[in-house]
């Protein structure tokens, strides 16, 4: 696969092995994997990062450098690095301070294995029992011929370009963020465009969970119901959406919570039936609100789902049971019209605000300014 990162790739690989770099970029697996992994490196921030996977063989690579293993040692005598370290190590790097721990233990293999399937060998190694990983030698360590070729330095050397590359993408979003929240006062067009721009089916699952929830925010926010216990004692409460945790977070299939109405939403870019049902079966079958990041009609969405739903069961009362639990679905277009409808009530400026300030948590990016007030 080329795309726009290839050729940094390969002018890396050039300046490690020189005329072998090719031959070492179209045999080794491992380097088409990265290929594959950095595709979004000049599609802005908006695009998809694959920071945890690419990471998980970053800091193994990393282990096995700091030991000499690439210079001599027989690695396959190594005790393996320790789990803590390669964990923390991770979140120390660009973007990695909230990963979590899937990408080390099985998803970076599964979806090494899903890509090159004709491949024995999979790229991280561990003993569950001891908390202890490898890198797989054989796949670091490639032959041409009769002579061996260590990649790890290489691969260091790509993994952290691209890591440099969407830190830049990301501060340029930023900026771009803070100048429109500014121009927003003025209800300036181009706010409005940008932010539609961010509600489109490309567009990165946290990006557009951000906005989505800036956006459903604000929607809601002049929205009131009256609570009480008795009928001549009710109170006005306005309706208040929460973001309950960081996007892809393991957080029980809740992604914004309504106060005072109780109502779960859940963002979502997938129509895999069996994904809706495991959220609703996490959260004991609670009505739940679905935002689909699709173009398509509600009436279509809910289609499909109810027609995946009878492919997985056959029985009626079931899937009317799991269907029943889906309070509501909102998709592209019901965004774009609740944006408008939350513009056209003053609340441009506010909703940039908070897609700057949900951004900021997101990708932990931190301005040097802040920095130095924590060390005051």
């Given at each position: 696969?080329?795309?726009?990162?290839?050729?940094?790739?390969?002018?890396?690989?050039?300046?490690?092995?020189?005329?072998?770099?090719?031959?070492?970029?179209e045999?080794?697996?491992?380097?088409?994997?990265?290929?594959?992994?950095?595709?979004?490196?000049?599609?802005?921030?908006?695009?998809?990062?694959?920071?945890?996977?690419?990471?998980?063989?970053?800091?193994?690579?990393?282990?096995?450098?700091?030991?000499?293993?690439?210079?001599?040692?027989?690695?396959?005598?190594?005790?393996?690095a320790?789990?803590?370290?390669?964990?923390?190590?991770?979140?120390?790097?660009?973007?990695?301070?909230?990963?979590?721990?899937?990408?080390?233990?099985?998803?970076?293999?599964?979806?090494?294995?899903?890509?090159?399937?004709?491949?024995?060998?999979?790229?991280?190694?561990?003993?569950?029992?001891?908390?202890?990983?490898?890198?797989?030698?054989?796949?670091?360590?490639?032959?041409?011929?009769?002579?061996?070729?260590?990649l790890?330095?290489?691969?260091?050397?790509?993994?952290?370009?691209?890591?440099?590359?969407?830190?830049?993408?990301?501060?340029?979003?930023?900026?771009t963020?803070?100048?429109?929240?500014?121009?927003?006062?003025?209800?300036?067009?181009?706010?409005?465009?940008?932010?539609?721009?961010?509600?489109?089916?490309?567009?990165?699952?946290?990006?557009?969970?951000?906005?989505?929830?800036?956006?459903?925010?604000?929607?809601?926010?002049?929205?009131?119901?009256?609570?009480?216990?008795?009928?001549?004692?009710?109170?006005?409460?306005?309706?208040?959406?929460?973001?309950?945790?960081?996007?892809?977070?393991?957080?029980?299939?809740?992604?914004?919570?309504?106060?005072?109405?109780?109502?779960?939403?859940?963002?979502?870019?997938?129509?895999?039936?069996?994904?809706?049902?495991?959220?609703?079966?996490?959260?004991?079958?609670?009505?739940?609100?679905?935002?689909?990041?699709?173009?398509?009609s509600?009436?279509?969405?809910?289609?499909?789902?109810?027609?995946?739903?009878?492919?997985?069961?056959?029985?009626?009362?079931?899937?009317?049971?799991?269907?029943?639990?889906?309070?509501?679905?909102?998709?592209?277009?019901?965004?774009?019209?609740?944006?408008?409808?939350?513009?056209?009530?003053?609340?441009?400026?506010?909703?940039?605000?908070e897609?700057?300030?949900?951004?900021?948590?997101?990708?932990?990016?931190?301005?040097?300014?802040d920095?130095?007030?924590?060390?005051?």
């Amino acid at each position: 696969m080329e795309h726009d990162f290839t050729p940094v790739i390969r002018k890396i690989l050039t300046k490690h092995f020189k005329d072998k770099a090719e031959d070492l970029f179209e045999k080794s697996p491992l380097l088409q994997y990265i290929n594959l992994k950095t595709v979004s490196a000049t599609r802005g921030s908006k695009a998809r990062s694959s920071f945890a996977n690419l990471y998980a063989i970053y800091v193994l690579a990393e282990d096995y450098i700091k030991h000499g293993y690439h210079k001599k040692g027989d690695y396959s005598k190594y005790e393996g690095a320790q789990f803590s370290k390669l964990f923390k190590r991770q979140r120390e790097l660009p973007f990695g301070r909230k990963l979590q721990n899937h990408a080390l233990n099985h998803r970076m293999n599964e979806e090494f294995r899903k890509f090159f399937p004709q491949i024995d060998a999979q790229p991280i190694l561990r003993v569950v029992e001891t908390k202890r990983y490898w890198i797989n030698e054989k796949l670091i360590v490639p032959s041409l011929g009769r002579k061996t070729f260590n990649l790890t330095q290489a691969i260091i050397e790509i993994v952290e370009t691209y890591s440099r590359t969407k830190l830049a993408a990301f501060e340029g979003f930023i900026q771009t963020c803070e100048k429109l929240r500014v121009i927003s006062k003025q209800k300036n067009t181009k706010v409005e465009e940008f932010v539609l721009g961010l509600l489109a089916p490309n567009v990165d699952a946290r990006v557009f969970e951000i906005v989505s929830y800036a956006i459903l925010k604000y929607f809601y926010h002049d929205q009131t119901v009256y609570f009480g216990f008795q009928l001549d004692d009710l109170e006005k409460s306005p309706l208040i959406l929460y973001k309950t945790g960081r996007t892809n977070a393991n957080d029980g299939g809740i992604d914004f919570v309504m106060k005072p109405l109780g109502r779960f939403f859940q963002v979502t870019e997938t129509l895999d039936v069996r994904k809706y049902f495991l959220d609703i079966d996490k959260i004991e079958r609670y009505p739940i609100t679905f935002v689909i990041k699709s173009s398509e009609s509600v009436g279509i969405l809910s289609r499909k789902l109810r027609e995946g739903a009878e492919r997985q069961y056959a029985i009626k009362a079931i899937v009317d049971k799991y269907m029943a639990c889906i309070e509501e679905i909102i998709n592209i277009s019901m965004l774009q019209e609740r944006f408008r409808s939350s513009v056209a009530q003053g609340y441009l400026s506010s909703i940039m605000d908070e897609i700057v300030r949900q951004s900021k948590v997101e990708f932990n990016y931190e301005e040097p300014d802040d920095e130095d007030d924590e060390d005051e």
